[in-house]
């Protein structure tokens, strides 16, 4: 377990170097774990974090949905997309923080381009 965590954040420090967040475009990093996923809007120039969220917000767990699956991902993209347009976000620049694009991650990634947001 603890060599499949320290590939991951290796893969992440590689992404890392391509990438990054401005105030137009900010960062969309998501981090997943086994109950929960979180994702967080992120501007590197100014070292501030613009949006987050996460399974465990108040306005998830009013749907009363297990934060650890595909449907939950895709709830969390739709809320985040509705969430930085009211900041007026339309761009980010995804980073999947080493994690594969598949099941969860990419759940959420499809979920916010459906709503609009450009990524």
């Known amino acids: 377990m603890r060599e499949k965590t320290e590939k991951r954040i290796r893969r992440h420090k590689r992404i890392r170097k391509k990438i990054m967040g401005t105030q137009k475009r900010p960062r969309l990093c998501v981090s997943r774990g086994y109950a929960n996923i979180h994702a967080q809007l992120i501007d590197d120039i100014n070292e501030k974090t613009l949006l987050s969220i996460s399974t465990q917000d108040k306005e998830f767990k009013k749907k009363g949905i297990y934060g650890g699956n595909v449907k939950a991902a895709a709830l969390l993209g739709e809320i985040l ?11 980010v620049t995804f980073d999947r923080a080493g994690f594969l694009y598949h099941g969860r991650v990419k759940a959420l990634a499809e979920s916010v381009r459906k709503q609009g947001l450009k990524v």
């Open 81 to 91: 997309a509705e969430r930085a347009k009211k900041k007026g976000i339309t761009e």
